[in-house]
């Protein structure tokens, strides 16, 4: 959820710039700063919390000049702190950056630059940027090329905005995968750029937005685009409109398909704050959870409705495989019906990414009263199911305008394999050599979402093939069996297409009866421990004639021989591997539902918070 405003022009940059970040307040952040170039040095001011003290800061110690650059930081490596907050400086005080993402190989350049004589003055990732950059500078390159040289060295997705002494009136600005967007505002003599519209559209409707693998140099005439390789590209400037809400879509047709390109900044955010990766701990502070608690619970329900029930799916397999702790899943709108076997030795933890949802909160009640502990996953902070919660999570995912739940659904996955680590941690169930890889592959996420985004246009293409079925069959095994029910319903709510799931050992004691040539099947049959399983029942689905759209794992040779159509996804750790298995079923749904014509972000019938029984 960091923000980003950038300004260059015959106005003072401050307020600007502390205003743009204001407007990007309720993505969520824990520290904020800006670096302004003032009589020939960089000037930064930055604070941890809310922007109102980074306001206090200016107001005691004011700084002024024609370009700079602001920051809202989700802490990712480090604890949200004044020393942490961006921008970050190199040592030479000639070059400052502010960035989302996560540089994902940064203990590696750490250590590379550590050697070469650099100090560090934050415990950040992002920092290793600005020493990079600052390295080409003293090479004597120009800002864009020790730019692109340091992107070079940087694994993972990244928006990054750079600004110079020795180009005191440019700046740089790049962005590398889907860690957020990069936009560029054109004024009259001014120009500005940021990560979302509603930062700068008080400014200019005129908008120019970067696609990964591309940078711009910005001075107050205007801007140059260029790919990372160097050559140039043509941007086109649009006109944006001046509603905030059909702003808020940016270069997006759609609500939703906005959201699912969030999803890279939202996993990223989800993590942040909550994972020391040097010591391979997971921290959620708002759960209020102890060793002795964690000791003492026998049971966890999780109850939830819709889409955050298919999250609690995963989250059993996650809770039982890595803390050993027995899990339920109650569809909400039952539990309180049936009489619940829970007690003070039981957690009941609810998911709901409004937090409003009547059938969940009712749940809860039920547990509050027969003496559990209560937990809540919520992407709404402040809302009811986190008020009477004895901790919860939150999903720092930041709004969700469409109906249909995308990055609200990939965040709880995260949330709860970071809660699955902790309890094992507590328990004691946890080797603390599988527990340092277990976090460690947290590190990955966001740029497995990246790669798995990249491959739209493959998905689209399959959609043209499915957008006249009147029915399709999804299957998925173990872990993955949840995203074949999450990817029927994303079907079903956007399309208005019959779509049912199967965990697809079950396909043979019944549905199997409905194969035939007019009968997709989606089968999801990633390289995980269920693979070979997965194999046998696409091989019954071909066998009677059946027409199998597979998600596979790159470098799969077998599924392409027997699948009529192949969605690829990057390899990933098969814990983790819902939240990239879910993407593609998202982006299937959504273009088959464009296809059809149908009201993407506002399906009939379909509320976003469901606040009556």
Known sequence: MCGIVGYVGARDATPIIYNGLKRLEYRGYDSAGLAVIQESAIEIRREAGKLDRLGELLRNDPVHGHIGIGHTRWATHGEPSARNAHPHVGESGNVVVVHNGIVENYLTLKDELATEGVAFSSETDSEIIVHLVDRYLAMGHSLAEAARRAIRHLEGAHGIVLMSLQEPDKIVAARIGNAGGVVVGVGEGEMFVASDIPAILEHTRQMAFLESGQMVVVDAKGFEAYAIEGEPVEIEVQSVSWDPVAAEKGEYKHFMLKEIFEQTRSTTDTIAGRVDFRQGKIMLPQLNLTPDLAKKIQK?????????????????????????????????????????????????????????????????????????????????????????????????????????????????????????????????????????????????????????????????????????????????RGINMPIAYEGALKLKEISYIHAEAYPAGEMKHGPIALIDEEMPVIAIAPRDPWYEKMISQIEQTKARGGIVVAVATDGDELLPTIADHVIWIPETPWMLSPVTTSIPLQLLAYHIAVLRGADVDQPRNLAKSVTVE
């Open 300 to 476: 966890i329900v999780i109850t939830a409705c819709g889409t955050a029930a298919h999250a609690g799916m995963v989250g059993r397999i996650l809770i039982e495989r890595i803390a050993r702790i027995p899990v339920q899943v109650d569809i909400a709108s039952e539990f309180r019906y049936q009489e619940p076997l829970v007690d003070e030795n039981t957690v009941v933890l609810a998911i709901s990414q409004s937090g409003e949802t009547a059938d969940t909160l009712a749940a809860m009640n039920e547990g509050r009263a027969r003496g559990a502990t209560l937990w809540s996953i919520v992407n709404a902070i402040g809302s009811q199911a986190m008020r009477i919660a004895d901790g919860y999570i939150g999903m720092q995912a930041g709004p969700e305008i469409g109906v249909a739940s995308t990055k609200a659904f990939t965040a709880p996955l995260i949330d709860l394999y970071m809660l699955a680590v902790l309890l094992g941690d507590m328990r004691g169930t946890l080797e603390d050599e599988k527990r340092l890889k277990l976090v460690a592959d947290l590190r990955k996420v966001p740029d497995l979402v990246s790669q798995s985004l990249e491959r739209e246009a493959a998905v689209e293409a399959i959609s043209w093939e499915l957008k006249d079925v009147q029915h399709a069959l999804y299957l998925g």
